[in-house]
């Protein structure tokens, strides 16, 4: 990682004790004890020696912080975060309270500890459309937040916003996902309707906070505060009640930080593109089709025009990161024209917005929506994709009926799990301890686990 993330001296003054040791929000004012200090490479702002580049910091215009929106300028290899950007002094805190890291940032900790997880590994067999045994080249769900990461933190990186924590947001934002893609998580849901319901946004939290086994001193990844709002990207306000803090933003209808904005629609665009790729791969999609489609035919124009000769693969790719190029442009200055409007003097300001500043244009939303919908009809509802769907859909309704009719056909581990769930809250406890056992499966494991269980002939 070549780029350093710097603190600013101005915007949001670092709240509360100077000692480095304790990172926690549980401070009774609810402050947070976490001092001043992002970057190992940077002086904390009260220390001697600290560099006078920091002294540029005001909410100033884009060069101010020495980054520009003129594609000409030059992009610096490091940069100052702007206030209203999550920096570690600023940080609410992990749930449980640790020691800071001594070479990293509080946001590299959590990208780090979300690369290590299971659950993270588990996204190479989960489907995003196409089941992964129809072939090598699709999308699966790991390469798709690899692909959100980058896309969020190229525009984190214009906006110096963290990059670090936009990264983690982006890989962790699918991690409760089932198997077999919104299928799954459909059928998931409406198994558990009775039970509590299924979502897939609040499951990628309860992987976080509680269903990893990792670390000695704490359940889950003990992330900080600024990552789990941002995995939490929707919640039904039911359970946002349930949530504490982490809920009360559904509740007052508050935004969480720029990160997290980011990284959500960093998630669509990515979606949305590789969706294109893939379906064309797929040859479920037609590029004469796709004419109709502003965001397709404007680049596939101008690539056509620049290069008639070129070969179809190349074409396709060519118009495809030229669409991901304007729209994320289209991001980058629609938020930064917000961000100016609205002068956030710190993440908590961002927060209080009545709605989020991350956003599109009127016209690239327009048109984002067309490729949604067009998308929609072409390939999420094409006879193939339906297919593959109704059977992964029932393939998790006979695993669950099967399972939670039955707990003792669970592995020994789960089983207990049931069984403890259930002593404490009933069938809601049994249900959620089988919903997490089959949303953790990756597809071909639960396509194994499906014959096992309903095919005789099959070892269990
Ligand atoms: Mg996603």
Aim: aromatic share 6%; hydrophobic share 35%.
């Amino acid at each position: 990682m070549s780029k350093r993330l710097r603190p600013p001296s101005s915007g949001a003054p670092a709240r509360g004790d100077p000692d480095r040791s304790q990172l926690g929000r549980h401070a009774p004012d609810g402050t947070n004890p976490e001092p001043a200090a992002s970057g190992l490479d940077v002086p904390a702002p009260d220390a001697p020696g600290r560099s006078p580049v920091d002294s540029r910091v005001t909410l100033e215009p884009a060069a101010a912080f020495g980054l520009s929106l003129d594609p000409n300028a030059p992009v610096p290899d490091t940069y100052v975060l702007a206030p209203y950007a999550a920096h570690d002094a600023t940080s609410r805190g992990r749930r449980y309270a640790e020691p800071r890291p001594p070479f990293r940032t509080e946001y590299q900790r959590d990208r780090d500890r979300i690369i290590h997880s299971n659950a993270f590994r588990r996204l190479i067999y989960k489907t995003q459309v196409f089941v992964n045994h129809e072939g090598d080249l699709y999308r699966t769900r790991i390469t798709h937040s690899l692909e959100v990461a980058q896309i969020a933190r190229s525009a984190a990186v214009a906006l110096r916003l963290n990059e670090y924590l936009t990264e983690a947001i982006a890989l962790a934002h699918d991690l409760g996902h089932t198997p077999f893609g919104h299928a799954g998580q459909d059928a998931l849901n409406e198994c558990m309707r009775p039970y509590g319901g299924f979502e897939h946004n609040l499951q990628s939290l309860r992987v976080v906070d509680e269903l990893e086994e990792r670390y000695a001193e704490f359940p889950g990844l003990n992330l900080t505060f600024e990552c789990r709002e941002g995995i939490l990207k929707h919640c039904s306000v039911r359970n946002a009640s349930d949530l504490g803090e982490l809920g009360e933003r559904f509740l007052q209808r508050r935004q969480p930080g720029l990160e997290a904005q980011i990284a959500n629609l960093a998630d669509e665009i990515a979606y949305n593109n590789h969706d294109v790729d893939d379906g064309i791969r797929a040859g479920m999609i037609e590029i004469r089709e796709l004419m109709d489609v502003r965001l397709f035919r404007r680049q596939y124009d101008i690539v056509v025009a620049k290069y008639p000769d070129l070969g179809e693969r190349r074409l396709v790719h060519e118009t495809i990161r030229r669409m991901i190029n304007y729209i994320l442009t289209d991001l980058i200055t629609t938020t930064q024209s917000n961000i100016d409007g609205a002068q956030p003097q710190s993440i908590d300001d961002v927060r209080l917005q009545p709605k989020p500043l991350a956003a599109l244009s009127e016209t690239g939303r327009e048109e984002h929506t067309e490729l949604m919908m067009f998308l929609r009809d072409r390939l999420y509802r094409h006879y193939k994709v339906v297919r593959m769907t109704t059977k992964a859909r029932r393939v998790l309704l006979e695993l669950f009926e099967a399972f939670f009719n039955d707990t003792n056909l669970l592995p020994t581990e789960y089983r207990t799990l049931a069984t403890v769930a259930e002593k404490s809250r009933g069938l809601n406890g049994r249900a959620r301890a089988v919903a997490d056992y089959i949303a953790g499966m990756t597809d071909r494991f639960a396509i194994i686990e499906h014959r096992r269980l309903l095919d005789p002939a099959e070892r269990t």
